[in-house]
């Protein structure tokens, strides 16, 4: 009996479902397949629907493996690979991740659950129309009224919202530089806006569907959901500042704190200009590279390494901030105050020069204040070459004691001291080489930083820095060749680096980056977290452990930290650089263009960052602007990369000879990049080569047989071999690697594609076409899938031209 009177309830609740509920602030609408809340709508297949359905018939319970694929595949076609892509495709639409869920739970090797009590939509709260007796009966209290309406809940959010703004302008706006009347302004519109968010309390509800008027105690007893008083709270702050500021304009606020009086004071001052508005960070400081008095060339790049190492002595300051080398360096040096503060948005910045006269060294530092221009200390240092260490150590040292007056008393700043020196000579070639490793890497320029570096280490052996930058190079190298020789050789120089000084960040981050590349993401991770504690604004570690966190998919975490790397240096173009890859992999293309975007307009030189762009564009489908962005990369130099994907743009438009040419370039430029002798085999292939296809797929596999003997957890190779080997005929390997790739990154849409393309050679269409519809909901672009042509059977199915269609 108690078990019919609980199926009873589960289809009651089921029948209710259908017609619509809330998980969290996601909207879901079973009879549609349509899922609402952040961003743009989600469509899930019906066998997601279903899924989500009996998770949400039973909230909180555990739903085993074996009862969900009964009650979803019931015609035996169901298995735990396709269960778990569903709830993959559930948890992207619900943008949960399964290593933090706020929605669904994986219990290991035995099924999943709903975390959250779902919310029935506003018409579902009482599942049965209710019977109205009188008028009378629908009668309620003030108090219940105003409950229902959330207008309670609205005040009291409004109090706290309101006071906090209050507390902050009274803090903040007199260390910002703003004027006077800001912080009476934000008072005004506060105090105006109390009544005005009651009112949209009383009145307004959000819906899945949008804002409507609340049409009174005959709706039921349902209560105002978050966003209705978020939308009052909000509404009223905009409304309230706009009415007064309108006011002001036109009659005036009382007193002396009228915005249009202020404003007209400060246009009419004779020493009023720009620097009395801009918000400047009162602990933010700029080091400007400093002038290079004799013109020589080691003058420039000792004066520009004095700049950087100064900035990073500074960067590691407790209560500093300090502006990245690649905001300051846009600046020229002894640029004007104005400059600085409207550029850089920092109360102070350091300039200075240097000569270098024989085995004399002169270097003059000053601090200046950027609101009037005014030196707070200027000091000359005469030195001999082979003291140079000991000037940055004074010129961090004085920087610092002047800046304890100059700052608020809360900075309390200690100088962390110095962890290495050398020789002048040996520290000259370790600067040159890492100008180098800052530009766009190809081989010639890994050889060029390599040489530089061993003459570092010809003055000075047991320079850690030095064995550092060596790593780096060969681990780039690595990345721009693919050739696994480059790896020994920077676990030969990461080793001795950390032997003679283990407290370089420098070292940590070396090691890091070395410990990613072949898959040992858990060195890699204490590495970055080394290099971290010992330095936390370091921007190298922070990409670098981003990196890590996506490799092992976590990808909420990645993402942070390559926007708080941006934040850090928002100038450097290698930290867009890192986020652009890492949305490119994740399928989001158009984000991945905006953010090369940016790295060609931080540096417009950038042969990969073009080169980056015009293939994001490609991805996304963008072909007309990919094809300029391409041509302008090769115009600039051509590289392997440029021409390896201006083959696949030529591939996806059609043009078989044009593309063929360009990968055989590719290949003559880079023989040891797998992913170019695959890509020729494709193109081959539809050509009707078939022989010269397969000895592309051959040399292909072997190639990227020798990358993941490097790393045997990188899903990229394992779900491209998969492709080559289905090439090759040789399937059940194909299904392999498939299997393989979709156990690292689950949430890959290239793994789906792929897996869609294998399953297609093999005249499985439906699961060929599931496996197309998972991966474009996960991100892949639809644009590459109607121009593949190896997908040429499917394109009769309805399913396909669907999908096209959408």
């Known amino acids: 009996m108690l078990e019919q009177i609980r199926t009873w309830g589960v289809v009651r609740v089921r029948k209710r479902l259908l017609r619509g509920f809330f998980i969290g602030e996601y909207h879901v609408e079973p009879l549609s397949g349509r899922v609402t809340g952040r961003g743009t709508p989600v469509r899930l297949r019906p066998t997601a629907i279903e899924i989500l359905l009996c998770l949400a018939s039973d909230p909180r319970s555990l739903v085993s493996r074996e009862d969900l694929i009964a009650s979803v595949w019931s015609d035996g076609d169901g298995s735990n690979v396709a269960l778990s892509t569903v709830i993959t495709q559930i948890r992207h639409a619900l943008n949960d991740h399964p290593d933090n869920p706020k929605y669904v739970q994986t219990v290991p090797n035995r099924g999943y659950r709903l975390l959250v009590e779902p919310r029935f939509s506003r018409e579902q709260d009482s599942p049965d129309p209710p019977v109205v007796t009188s008028s009378s009966s629908r009668e309620i209290g003030l108090v219940d009224e105003l409950n229902r309406r959330g207008v309670i809940e609205t005040g009291v959010a409004y109090f706290i919202v309101g006071w906090l703004l209050i507390q902050v302008a009274d803090v903040t706006f007199d260390q910002l530089a703003l004027p006077q009347w800001a912080a009476s302004f934000v008072t005004y519109f506060v105090i105006a806006g109390f009544p005005i968010a009651l009112i949209f309390a009383w009145f307004i509800e959000i819906t899945a569907s949008g804002a409507i008027l609340d049409p009174g105690p005959t709706s039921g007893p349902w209560r105002k959901s978050f966003s209705s008083n978020y939308f009052a709270v909000v509404g009223a702050l905009v409304v309230a500042s706009a009415g007064v500021l309108v006011y002001d304009r036109f009659v005036g606020l009382p007193g002396e704190a009228g915005v249009v009086a202020a404003e007209n004071v400060v246009a009419s001052s004779p020493v009023a200009d720009d620097r009395n508005v801009i918000a400047v960070d009162r602990n933010a400081i700029a080091v400007l590279p400093f002038f290079n008095i004799d013109g020589g060339e080691e003058t420039r790049i000792f004066s520009d390494g004095l700049a950087e190492d100064v900035i990073n002595r500074l960067a590691a300051v407790p209560g500093l901030r300090v502006s990245s080398r690649g905001d300051s360096f846009t600046l020229e040096p002894n640029s004007s105050s104005q400059d600085v503060r409207n550029r850089l948005r920092v109360a102070h910045y350091v300039e200075g020069s240097v000569r270098i006269t024989n085995d004399t060294l002169r270097v003059v530092a000053q601090l200046i204040d950027s609101a009037d221009g005014f030196h707070i200390v200027s000091r000359s240092f005469d030195r001999e070459l082979a003291d140079f260490f000991e000037i940055q150590d004074e010129i961090t040292n004085l920087i610092v004691a002047n800046l304890r007056v100059a700052l608020p008393s809360s900075a309390e700043l200690t100088v962390p001291e110095a962890s290495e020196s050398t020789t002048f000579d040996a520290y000259l070639e370790y600067r040159r080489g890492m100008e180098i490793l800052y530009e766009p890497i190809t081989e010639e320029a890994i050889k060029k930083a390599l040489d530089v570096f061993d003459r570092s280490l010809a003055v000075d052996p047991d320079y850690a820095a030095a064995h550092a930058g060596i790593c780096l190079a060969y681990t780039s190298g690595y990345d721009a060749t693919k050739d696994p020789a480059y790896i020994d050789a920077a676990e030969s120089s990461c080793s001795s680096a950390i032997g003679l000084n283990p407290n370089l960040y420098v070292v940590h981050n070396a090691l890091g980056i070395l410990y990613g590349r072949t898959g040992r993401y858990e060195a890699a991770e204490r590495a970055f977290e080394q290099a971290l504690a010992i330095n936390a604004n370091d921007v190298q570690a922070r990409s670098g452990l981003a990196d890590v966190y996506f490799s092992q998919q976590r990808l909420a975490e990645a993402e942070e930290q390559y926007r708080q790397a941006i934040g850090l240096q928002p100038g450097n173009w290698n930290s867009y650089s890192a986020l652009g890859r890492f949305l490119y992999m994740n399928g989001r293309y158009e984000d991945a263009a905006n953010a090369y975007r940016e790295v060609v307009s931080v540096d417009d030189e950038n042969i990969n960052g073009w080169t980056n762009l015009a293939s994001s564009l ?83 596999e072997q190639l990227a047989q020798e990358l993941l003997e490097v790393n045997t957890r990188e899903a990229e190779t394992i779900i491209d071999l998969a492709w080559i080997t289905a090439m090759l005929g040789r399937l059940d390997d194909a299904e392999r690697y498939i299997a393989r790739a979709q156990n690292i990154a689950p949430t890959d849409p290239h793994v789906h594609y792929i897996n869609a393309l294998v399953l297609a050679r093999m005249d499985r269409q439906d699961a060929a076409l599931d496996h197309l519809e998972t991966a474009v909901e996960m991100g892949y672009p639809v644009a590459l899938i109607g121009a593949e042509p190896h997908l040429q059977t499917l394109r009769s199915e309805p399913r396909f031209m669907d999908l096209i269609a959408r």
């Open 618 to 700: 490609m991805l996304s489908g963008d072909f007309a602007a990919a094809s300029p962005a391409f041509e302008r990369a090769i115009e600039m130099e051509p590289i392997p990369t440029t021409y390896a994907n201006f083959g696949l743009l030529h591939y996806y438009r059609g043009n078989a000879e044009e593309a063929t040419a360009a990968l055989e370039k590719a290949t003559e430029m880079a023989p040891t990049d797998y992913l170019i002798w695959s890509n020729l085999g494709d193109v081959r292939a539809v050509s009707g080569d078939l022989s010269g296809s397969s000895d592309a797929f051959g040399e292909a």
